[in-house]
């Protein structure tokens, strides 16, 4: 029977769940630990952020994994998260506030790509083949066909959000693909996943 877990809060919102490197991650709207800005203006609760769960179950911030994602902190003093990654721990994905037009600040995707080498992460990056003009969110990697599926309102779609999907190739990533209209409709669609 299903349950509910003992992380989950009765005021504040968890979501989007990854199981990821052995840890269970979530985003929440709990209070955080980049509250300077004060609370989103529309759920009037904290800006969202990634917590991973330890052995006790507690939900610990992003931010204070022991081995920090990209050598600079996971979440920020606006919206992050939620995140995918490849399972080999190569490349993170993640949903973060950025302008998508003067004065306003939208979601775009952001990665980060581990240096064997290195042995670190490298620097968050906006994903550049997809529009920086336009909201993208909800990112989710399929491993076994190497593409990943996110949402967006980008002009040429079906509706408000649509599924888009692009490939992972040894160059990068490649041209995006709209999933058509046996996926998208004139309403939203988020939070894809395989």
């Given at each position: 029977?299903?349950?509910?877990?003992?992380?989950?809060?009765?005021?504040?919102?968890?979501?989007?769940?990854?199981?990821?490197?052995?840890?269970?991650?979530?985003?929440?709207?709990?209070?955080?630990?980049?509250?300077?800005?004060?609370?989103?203006?529309?759920?009037?609760?904290?800006?969202?952020?990634?917590?991973?769960?330890?052995?006790?179950?507690?939900?610990?911030?992003?931010?204070?994994?022991?081995?920090?994602?990209?050598?600079?902190?996971?979440?920020?003093?606006?919206?992050?998260?939620?995140?995918?990654?490849?399972?080999?721990?190569?490349?993170?994905?993640?949903?973060?506030?950025?302008?998508?037009?003067?004065?306003?600040?939208?979601?775009?995707?952001?990665?980060?790509?581990?240096?064997?080498?290195?042995?670190?992460?490298?620097?968050?990056?906006q994903i550049k083949e997809v529009s920086?003009?336009?909201?993208?969110?909800?990112?989710?990697?399929?491993?076994?066909?190497?593409?990943?599926?996110?949402?967006?309102?980008?002009?040429?779609?079906?509706?408000?959000?649509?599924?888009?999907?692009?490939?992972?190739?040894?160059?990068?990533?490649?041209?995006?693909?709209?999933?058509?209209?046996?996926?998208?409709?004139?309403?939203?669609?988020?939070?894809?996943?395989?």
């Amino acid at each position: 029977k299903a349950h509910r877990l003992d992380w989950n809060t009765d005021e504040f919102e968890e979501f989007a769940p990854v199981f990821f490197m052995n840890r269970l991650y979530f985003t929440s709207s709990r209070p955080n630990l980049n509250m300077d800005l004060g609370k989103f203006y529309v759920n009037k609760q904290a800006y969202y952020d990634v917590y991973w769960l330890d052995s006790s179950g507690n939900a610990i911030n992003g931010n204070l994994f022991p081995r920090k994602f990209a050598g600079e902190i996971f979440n920020t003093h606006v919206h992050d998260g939620p995140f995918t990654a490849l399972q080999n721990g190569s490349r993170i994905i993640l949903t973060r506030n950025a302008p998508t037009k003067p004065g306003e600040l939208g979601l775009a995707l952001f990665e980060t790509v581990y240096n064997a080498e290195k042995k670190a992460y490298s620097k968050w990056k906006q994903i550049k083949e997809v529009s920086v003009y336009h909201n993208s969110q909800h990112p989710f990697y399929d491993e076994v066909n190497g593409e990943l599926y996110f949402s967006s309102d980008m002009p040429g779609g079906y509706g408000g959000f649509d599924i888009y999907k692009m490939e992972l190739t040894p160059s990068g990533w490649s041209k995006l693909v709209n999933l058509g209209s046996g996926v998208n409709t004139a309403g939203d669609e988020v939070f894809p996943t395989v």
